[in-house]
């Protein structure tokens, strides 16, 4: 296996379309249906990088900017923007094309980590991503800044390091009220 690949090698593309039976009580295609479609190209594209099997760690914040509409085309686009040793994040952009009018929305991106698996069920070393363009350095110091951030955020918040009295004015203002049994 190559030590280093471009997120060219494992670039994906996946068109649907939505169908009747996809949509939600509003008409709507269901978020439910497009996390599903989403998480299944963060899949084939972290697997194509590794070419091993993967797994979901963990998805980063999805916001639904458009619904898209029943009888639209969905068109996911996946690549790797971060490589980390046993990890990978996988960009995903959605996109509805209405068939009739050519109309493309933006729907949806978000960031999906997947881990590589090797046979015996053990995390596994993920080749490096080579960056070509400074749109690639951009996504590679932004997945990086993010996972940092994260990692503070969730120390900071574990039960053993909450400090409670630096928080209490934090709540100032917020649609709660304190009743300590
Ligand atoms: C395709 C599917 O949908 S699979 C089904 C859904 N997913 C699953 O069932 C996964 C269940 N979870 C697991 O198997 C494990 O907890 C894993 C693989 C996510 C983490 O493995 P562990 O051995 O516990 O974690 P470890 O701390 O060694 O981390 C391994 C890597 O994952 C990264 N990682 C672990 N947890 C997270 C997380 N929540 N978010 C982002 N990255 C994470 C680490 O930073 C590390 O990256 P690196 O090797 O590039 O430095």
Known sequence: MKKFKSSR????SITEL??????????????????????????????KHSQSYCVTASVNRVDFLNPIEVGELATLKASINYTGKTSMVVGVRV???????????????????????????????VPGLILKTKQDIRRFARSKERKQSAFKRDSKYESNNFKVNEYLEFLDGENVKMDFD
């Open 18 to 47: 939505m169908l009747p039976s996809h949509s939600n009580f509003g008409g709507k295609v269901h978020g439910g249906h497009i996390l599903n479609l989403m998480d299944q190209i963060a899949f084939a594209c972290a697997s």
């Open 95 to 125: 996109e509805s094309e209405n068939v009739t009018t050519g109309e493309v929305k933006h729907c949806n991106s978000s960031y999906f980590t997947m881990v590589a698996k090797g046979k015996d069920g053990k995390n596994k070393l």
């Open 9 to 12: 090698e494992s670039r994906v």
